[in-house]
């Protein structure tokens, strides 16, 4: 949905720990999403992305998961490093509307070695 | 890898001054670019939509006359904000979108422009 809000929500683990990441998205009709990674100072980078015909998508060390159902995604790291330490945001897309993306809020990861 | 570039990345300018930034997508041909502008701690907030020939779309509340995009190839977008006050201080960021046999594909995003207005 919409981004609002004055705080981001942040997320502590320990190197090695697996991270789980969560996004509630409000648009029923968006179909597709994507998840970034933003670190400081720097613009969003994409790690990984799922459409609606799925449930589940993995890459290196990622795995996005979506439930269509309540309308949530979330973003799971496996062995997180300290380099993995950054914003994370989910973003909607209705395929076949627009390519504009609504950003969801972000969490700030924190890797602690 | 899609690769966005945004230049400058850091403007530091005396208030009344215009500033212009550039996005390029460099190894591919974007079939839209979109101007975003974040706020520390906080997420992207769309300002507009930028396709080549065409006038930008301008997202609500965002002045067309202070923020002009112009997109001169399917390569080049630039924004230009016009008589910057310090309250237009803020990070800029780009992205190039495209799409593939009608399907969207993920936006690619610049490093951004850090804008600093005294």
Redesign the interface.
């Known amino acids: 949905g919409e981004?609002v809000?004055?705080?981001?929500p942040t997320l502590s683990v320990q190197e090695g720990d697996n991270s789980i990441i969560n996004c509630a998205y409000s648009n029923s009709a968006s179909d597709?999403f994507?998840w970034?990674k933003q670190e400081s100072?720097?613009?969003?980078?994409?790690i990984i992305?799922i459409r609606s015909n799925m449930d589940k998508r993995q890459g290196q060390r990622v795995t996005v998961l979506l439930n269509k159902t309540v309308k949530h995604l979330s973003l799971q790291i496996a062995a997180t490093q300290p380099g993995d330490s950054a914003v994370y945001?989910c973003a909607e897309?209705i395929?076949g509307g627009?390519?504009?993306?609504v950003?969801?809020?972000?969490t700030k990861l924190t890797v602690n070695p | 890898?899609a690769v966005?570039s945004?230049h400058p990345s850091w403007v530091i300018c005396k208030s009344g001054t215009s500033v212009k930034i550039e996005c390029r997508s460099l190894d591919f041909q974007a079939?839209?670019m979109?101007w975003y502008r974040q706020f520390p701690?906080?997420?992207?907030?769309?300002m507009a939509?930028s396709n080549e020939g065409s006038k930008a779309t301008y997202e609500q509340g965002v002045e067309k006359d202070k923020f002009l995009i112009n997109h001169a190839s399917l390569t080049l977008s630039t924004l230009t904000v016009t008589s910057a006050h310090p309250e237009d201080s803020s990070f800029y960021?780009c992205?190039a979108?495209l799409?593939i046999g009608g399907?969207?594909q993920?936006?690619?995003?610049?490093?951004?422009t850090?804008l600093s207005i005294l």
């Open positions: 981004s809000g004055l705080h981001l597709y994507i970034y100072g720097k613009g969003p980078q994409f992305d945001f897309n395929q627009s390519e504009k993306l950003f969801g809020k972000g | 890898g966005v945004q079939t839209t979109f701690k906080q997420s992207l907030m769309l939509t960021i992205s979108g799409r399907s969207n993920p936006q690619h995003f610049g490093d951004g850090r």
